[in-house]
């Protein structure tokens, strides 16, 4: 039966939603509980391979996997079903069957198991529900998700205080990166109006290229913090306080490629522009050469049997990013080069990872100083370890030879020849310091402390986990062609590339490191002095891991204090002064509006009040005497007319004209009071 179109969504759907069943069946039986994962595991991993023939054929042309989610932004749920996203989802359930399996017997008799496994079956649910995404929103979601179970699972020893600091740690340095991708989908969907894959690559040519070249490098950066390249690296050492189960799964074969999967899908959705972007490919090539020679480096240095394991991590994927880098479209041999080392690596760094467990099952350290002698008791795990000596330093024909010829091929053929240079140096170190780790841990004499103790090989269920890898590593040599095939480039690995004059510059490489390593531990070879103080010099430098840590613990902290305290000197000095400045500013210009302003006008505006009333009441007087005057001329005027008049009348008028008379009296009486009073 084909399970398409439903195995793309039960792939991450059915190991989410089972974690919680984990605490169900809890409830029930611890047993219960732990075959449980295994079974989910195994369901998932069927899932994830149902898909391979579809894809393998390319049966799914023209296959809608959407559903409505979010119709006001446009946005819909779906599943990518291409080569890329189903190889990513088949690697990262076969590695969550074999870890889970391998943790029934690491694990057992710890506490907190029922948490353990949830976080466990939620991470595998949200990696491949993260590489099956077919839009940014829905990626961004289980890429926040997958660093949760990251958090919670390197804290799950949570009563150790070294633990917790650890986890915070990595929760925050990742946190940086997470910031940055989520600033970097924002300007894509502010120029697109889009989350969807499918609509971005068809329509990226719209984006004006400004845009384009901001969101890149935002979220190539969030893919540096997520697969702990420079300058984010410091936190996946710090990570190995969690389980090793855990360090196998998470921060090895799947998590930590996560930024390599971001970054080789940014090239297929960008298509050509890839290689229009200013300086977007070398700085990608740049940051993982380097960081493959900085991790290689700090792999050699340090004595912690996990470090070793973590810093190689940091510096394979460095190569990968280095070919991702060199690559110019998402067809070219650099790509795929990227991609196929991320598998082989995957293989024999989770390989190694499980090795690890087992030697720290039975020792109980970490430190390879306090080990020795392992290869007689522990003669299976020591195979296995020759096994990851060869797959790591990539002797032929294991499939780690191909792709890192691939990625050397790729850089110089892009013109990078100093790159392709570092990347030979650090290809010399990976060898010396796997040789190393198997001198001081399985070659040299047993240590004082392994004396004191009785070592035993690791329980079964272990290495039956382990033994899984082993074979894949070897068979996984023959799947070069098939993988080039199922990814739809046309690249012919063959043996005869063994046979090529470039493979010779390769094992003298090799040869170059092993003979470092053989001087350092076999060889009575005095130095000279001064190579004596600049070895000690070196080795301070490379125990301090690059004063990276110093810088982000120490002067960071300090510079922003330091830079804390300025700005409260400034809110002291200036800004809690100046409401005082304000103030004192206000007073002094009050006071010279008052000597300016009330002394030259408002004292003197009474004077002017006063003047102008004086002024119009000399005026009035002035008027009013006339009128005054004028009256009473006019009155006596008529007074004497009347009395004209009067002396012809008779006498039996004269009391009318007395009368007259006292009335012309009185109006001249009230006149003349009138004017004496308007004088005052």
Not at 80 to 95: I, K, N, Q, R, Y
Request: glycine residues 6%; charged residues 10%; positive net charge.
């Amino acid at each position: 039966m084909n399970l398409i179109p439903y195995a793309p969504w039960l792939v991450w759907a059915f190991p989410t939603l089972s974690s919680l069943l984990v605490l169900l069946v809890a409830l029930f039986s611890k047993k219960a509980r732990d075959y449980f994962a295994v079974i989910v595991c195994l369901m998932a991993f069927a899932l994830a391979f149902s898909m391979v023939p579809d894809v393998y054929f390319n049966a799914l042309e023209g296959l809608s996997l959407t559903a409505p989610w979010v119709p006001p932004l446009n946005v819909n749920a779906g599943v990518c079903v291409d080569p890329l996203s189903v190889l990513l989802a088949c690697l990262v359930t076969f590695f969550g069957l074999v870890i889970t399996v391998y943790s029934l017997g690491y694990m057992a008799g710890e506490e907190g198991l029922t948490r353990y496994y949830f976080f466990m079956l939620l991470f595998i649910g949200s990696m491949t529900g993260l590489v099956m995404s077919d839009n940014f929103l829905q990626l961004f979601i289980f890429w926040e998700m997958v660093g949760l179970c990251s958090y919670s699972l390197i804290s799950f020893w949570y009563k150790r205080p070294e633990t917790v600091r650890s986890a915070i740690k990595v929760f925050l340095m990742t946190r940086v990166g997470d910031a940055c991708l989520l600033a970097g989908i924002g300007f894509l969907y502010a120029d697109l109006g889009s989350f969807s894959f499918s609509y971005i690559a068809a329509n990226i040519g719209k984006v004006p290229m400004p845009h384009l070249t901001t969101a890149a490098f935002l979220m190539l950066f969030g893919a540096v913090a997520k697969s702990a390249q420079l300058p984010l690296h410091t936190w996946l050492y710090s990570a190995m306080e969690a389980p090793t189960s855990v360090s196998a799964l998470l921060h090895s074969a799947t998590m930590v490629k996560a930024g390599v999967y971001l970054v080789a899908r940014l090239m297929l959705l960008f298509g050509s522009l890839s290689a229009l972007i200013p300086m977007w490919l070398p700085t990608i090539l740049w940051i993982g050469t380097v960081t493959a020679f900085i991790g290689a480096t700090l792999a050699l240095s340090t004595p912690d049997i996990k470090g070793v394991a973590a810093y190689s991590t940091i510096s394979q994927i460095g190569f990968m990013f280095a070919a991702l880098g060199a690559a110019s479209t998402a067809s070219s041999s650099g790509w795929f080069a990227s991609i196929l080392h991320l598998v082989s690596h995957a293989l024999f760094q989770g390989l190694d990872f499980l090795l690890i467990g087992g030697i720290i099952h039975a020792t109980k350290t970490r430190d390879m100083r306090l080990m020795g002698g392992l290869r007689n008791a522990m003669p299976i795990t020591f195979t296995f370890s020759i096994i990851v000596l060869l797959a790591r330093a990539g002797i032929p024909p294991f499939i780690s030879f191909f792709s890192k010829e691939l990625i050397f091929r790729s850089v110089l053929w892009s013109g990078n020849f100093y790159a392709a240079v570092m990347l030979y140096v650090s290809t010399a170190i990976t060898f010396a310091y796997t040789l190393r780790v198997t001198i001081l841990v399985y070659l040299r004499e047993k240590s004082e402390y392994l004396k004191q103790i009785h070592v035993h090989e690791a329980p079964k269920i272990m290495l039956l986990s382990s033994g899984v890898l082993a074979a894949t590593c070897i068979i996984s040599a023959l799947l070069g062609n098939p993988i080039s095939r199922f990814m739809h480039i046309e690249i012919e690995i063959g043996f005869g590339e063994i046979l090529k004059m470039s493979t010779l510059v390769f094992l003298f490489t090799l040869l170059v490191g092993g003979a470092s390593v053989y001087l350092t531990y076999y060889s009575r070879i005095s130095l000279p002095e001064k190579v004596k103080r600049l070895r000690i010099a070196l080795s301070k430098v490379l125990e301090n891991g690059y004063f990276f840590d110093t810088l982000y613990e120490k002067a960071v902290p300090r510079a922003v204090s330091t830079f804390s305290s300025g700005l409260r000197l400034l809110e002291l000095t200036f800004f809690g002064e100046l409401p005082y400045l304000v103030a004192n500013g206000v007073i002094r210009f009050s006071k010279i509006i008052y000597e300016h302003v009330e002394n030259a006008f408002f004292n003197r505006l009474p004077y002017l009040f006063a003047s102008g009333v004086l002024g119009i009441a000399h005026a009035t007087q002035k008027y009013l005497d006339i009128l005054v005057d004028e009256l009473l001329y006019m009155v006596t005027h008529k007074t004497l007319a009347s009395a004209s008049k009067l002396r012809k009348v008779g006498s039996d008028s004269m009391e009318h004209y007395v009368a007259a008379a006292i009335i012309g009296v009185l109006i001249i009486f009230i006149l003349i009071l009138i004017t004496f009073t308007m004088l005052r």
